[in-house]
């Protein structure tokens, strides 16, 4: 079984800017982990409607699964779904569903369903709605496109509203080491362990922590038996380098 | 003046996996911006060769300025160099400045100068290097990329070490106010300021504190002068909602 490829793409100019630090991309790449689903490319672009629309457009064709983030609230910046309609050449209109559900939400507030509320119900044409536990404003689905808020919270609701709708790949387990060493004392040993079993993905990410150099060397595979069996020699390899 | 505009291209599968979270984005985005210059873009790529090959290749063209980040240590999983030498198509080598730097520092301590550590010398033909105070293993410049380490401190003496020589760009002001409203009541009032200062970059950041709704308003610009004036305008635009 082929596991489903997927990527990210971070709609905002506030973490292109500095002044947000993006708190999304690791949620998302666990949660996709946990289904199988492997995240192989993020990208974060500005709110301008041409890089948003290359973006999709690129990986749309590239991959199984493209999820935004970002854009979709009441403000003039908020140019997602507009930019989602135009990449796949639809119309952008109001969708019938989310108009129904934000007209009786602001009717049961002292808020008046004003254009800028009614904003959030405009879509690409026949996308069909994420609804999620947190908030009344929905993201929206347009083939394998899955737009969602940008708000930490709100993203997680939607994620959590889809998941179960995303086809699986394989389980990835994966299994690490922290080793205060220097890298390059285990490197040549390490690749002949990768060399050895090729089908495990291996890294080494140094760290340096009270003052001293260290690396988490890791393995991910969906083969669980191989990755044992990988993960002891890694155990003895290291043996030989612990003083 | 025109801003120099610029990209970055984080290298790694630990981040893709969600097994590490970027701590590198933010810094870099903020130190562009104090130089005025602008990122554009950031990709988020695997360790695989025709992908960061791609990425290179795609935004070097695209943009005055790359910036890489990883993928440049001991272990069989940095392939970052030789794969710049490929995207540049020039040959990979042993670059003798950073050879003899790495050779007179082991020589200088009870580690052999293997074959893991003087991986760390070869780069692509004619690269420039990018010496740095937190460590001897240097990063590089080939034309308008510029490859630095993943480890967060070490990428940080990098950019220290090359800020200097980067074209500066027009001192971009920020101003930005947090108020709890929610973004919907504001939001038109908020467009016609933006429509009435076209120069100024300005966004709304939706955010939710201790159960209550509200909303970051930026703006930014080179224009200061200007800046000053749309932010007092945005002033009087907000007491109109607050009770």
New interface residues.
Partial sequence: MNSPLASLI?I???????????KN?????????DLGII?????????IKS?IIIAVNELRKKYDYVFTTGGI?????DITSESIAEAFNVKYVLNDEANKILEEYYNGTD?EY????K??AFMPENASLIHNKETFAPGFIVENVYVMA??P?VMHAMFDAIKDSLRRGNT?H?K?IDVYL????F??E??KL?NEYPEI????????RREKWG??L?M?SSNLEQLDLAFEKLHEMLSMFQS
């Fill in positions: 971070i905002g100019n506030e973490v292109l800017s500095g002044k947000t630090e993006d991309i690791q949620f998302l790449a666990l949660g996709l982990s995240l192989k490319e993020v990208r974060i672009v500005p709110d890089d609230g009441p403000t003039h910046d808020r004003n254009n800028s509320r904003k959030m940008g708000i919270y990835i994966s690490s220097p890298e390059s004392s490197a040549e390490f690749a990768q993905e291996m890294g080494s990410y140094p760290f340096r690396a988490t890791s991910r």
